[in-house]
């Protein structure tokens, strides 16, 4: 039981690039969440999804993109990277209303 | 924004005192949680306490919430080294199962 799987864990990307995070999660979660972390502001959610199929915006969903094709797994594109999205990511699955995290891919774009 | 704000940022205090830090939010919650992140890594749920509830401890955790000031605090006793880490809340407004996390409160436990 791997609970929640984040890929890749490092990249850096420059300006204009594409690039696709994938979580996936073996619990068999409903809910799923995107997060960034940036110093001083905490985490801010993106984009979140309440079954396959579904996604919806979180606070900062300007840039990203995301798809929830199957239950197991939701990914995060950034069609066009910004030095703005250098940041940590973190992936979330949610059980009785408590989140279950991934241990975050680190993102530079140069 | 919806996200809350937690105080003190930082907190430094000596191994066997108690930390408490606070959390204050904006819209009305179904819940409030607290969660512990060491150093980069994923967050760790901590606790978990209902808008319909006041106080509930666990193990050394002592979390309190009062929704008509739209705050909430969470209370370690005892603490130890190992008990460096931040710590956020996080709410989630009736019905939308979205979490909103707060700015964190960053604990150091001296030994």
């Given at each position: 039981?791997?609970?929640?799987?984040?890929?890749?864990?490092?990249?850096?990307?420059?300006?204009?690039?594409?690039?696709?995070?994938?979580?996936?999660?073996?619990?068999?979660?409903?809910?799923?969440?995107?997060?960034?972390?940036?110093?001083?502001?905490?985490?801010?959610?993106?984009?979140?999804?309440?079954?396959?199929?579904?996604?919806?915006?979180?606070?900062?969903?300007?840039?990203?993109?995301?798809?929830?094709?199957?239950?197991?797994?939701?990914l995060l594109g950034l069609e066009s990277a910004a030095p703005s999205q250098t940041s940590v990511y973190f992936c979330a699955s949610s059980y009785r209303e408590k989140l279950f995290f991934?241990?975050?891919?680190?993102?530079?774009?140069? | 924004?919806?996200?809350?704000?937690?105080?003190?940022?930082?907190?430094?205090?000596?191994?066997?005192?108690?930390?408490?830090?606070?959390?204050?939010?904006?819209?009305?919650?179904?819940?409030?949680?607290?969660?512990?992140?060491?150093?980069?890594?994923?967050?760790?749920?901590?606790?978990?306490?209902?808008?319909?509830?006041?106080?509930?401890?666990?193990?050394?955790?002592?979390?309190?919430?009062?929704?008509?000031?739209?705050?909430?605090?969470?209370?370690?006793?005892?603490?130890?080294?190992?008990?460096?880490?931040?710590?956020?809340?996080?709410?989630?407004?009736?019905?939308?199962?979205?979490?909103?996390?707060?700015?964190?409160?960053?604990?150091?436990?001296?030994?």
């Open positions: 039981n791997a609970g929640v799987t984040q890929t890749p864990k490092f990249r850096v990307l420059k300006t204009g690039q594409s690039m696709t995070l994938l979580c996936a999660q073996d619990m068999n979660h409903e809910y799923m969440y995107w997060y960034r972390q940036d110093p001083g502001m905490g985490l801010r959610l993106i984009h979140y999804s309440v079954g396959e199929g579904t996604t919806a915006k979180g606070e900062v969903p300007d840039g990203y993109n995301v798809s929830r094709l199957k239950k197991q797994n939701f991934g241990s975050g891919t680190q993102l530079s774009v140069l | 924004s919806q996200q809350g704000e937690e105080d003190p940022q930082a907190l430094s205090i000596q191994e066997g005192e108690n930390a408490t830090m606070n959390c204050s939010y904006k819209t009305s919650i179904n819940n409030l949680q607290w969660y512990r992140q060491n150093s980069g890594r994923g967050l760790v749920h901590l606790i978990l306490i209902r808008s319909n509830e006041r106080e509930k401890h666990s193990g050394r955790l002592r979390v309190t919430l009062d929704t008509s000031k739209k705050s909430s605090s969470l209370l370690i006793t005892a603490s130890r080294a190992a008990d460096t880490a931040s710590y956020f809340c996080a709410t989630d407004a009736w019905g939308t199962y979205k979490y909103i996390f707060g700015t964190g409160t960053r604990l150091k436990v001296l030994a």
